[in-house]
């Protein structure tokens, strides 16, 4: 059974640090791509990262870029999403996803995502 859980959220000062875990069963990360998406209330779904563990490929959206770094560990069939620097607008639920490499094609793309956690919660708050 494919399954993908995330973990790690939590509440946290503007400035601060989290990481989100994202642990895959019933499949290998090697063939898959890895997508980081997150939506605060009232908004649409965001794609924030991606990793496609097939060549190392990642991306970023650019309100994340130099501060969301995103890390796969194959041993550990588990896909890290560091978080640096947080800021109040990071604040939503963050769901990663996996897709196939030999279907990825745009990584920010919700819809071409077939495997999708449960969410965790994210708040950055003073």
């Known amino acids: 059974q494919v399954q993908l859980v995330e973990s790690g959220g939590g509440s946290v000062q503007p400035g601060g640090s989290l990481r989100l875990s994202c642990a895959a069963s019933?499949?290998?990360?090697?063939?898959?791509?890895i997508g980081w998406f997150r939506q605060a209330p009232g908004k649409e779904r965001e794609g924030v990262s991606s990793?496609?563990?097939?060549?190392?490929?990642?991306y970023y959206a650019d309100s994340v870029k130099g501060r969301f770094t995103i890390l796969s560990d194959n041993a550990k069939n588990t896909v890290y999403l560091q978080m640096n620097s947080l800021k109040p607008e990071d604040t939503a639920v963050y769901y990663c996803?996996?897709?196939?490499?030999?279907?990825?094609?745009?990584?920010?793309?919700?819809?071409?995502?077939?495997?999708w956690g449960q969410g965790t919660q994210v708040t950055v708050s003073s």
């Open positions: 996803a996996a897709v196939s490499s030999l279907r990825f094609r745009i990584w920010n793309r919700s819809a071409e995502y077939r495997y």
């Open positions: 019933g499949f290998s990360l090697d063939y898959y791509a």
């Open positions: 990793i496609k563990n097939r060549d190392g490929s990642t």
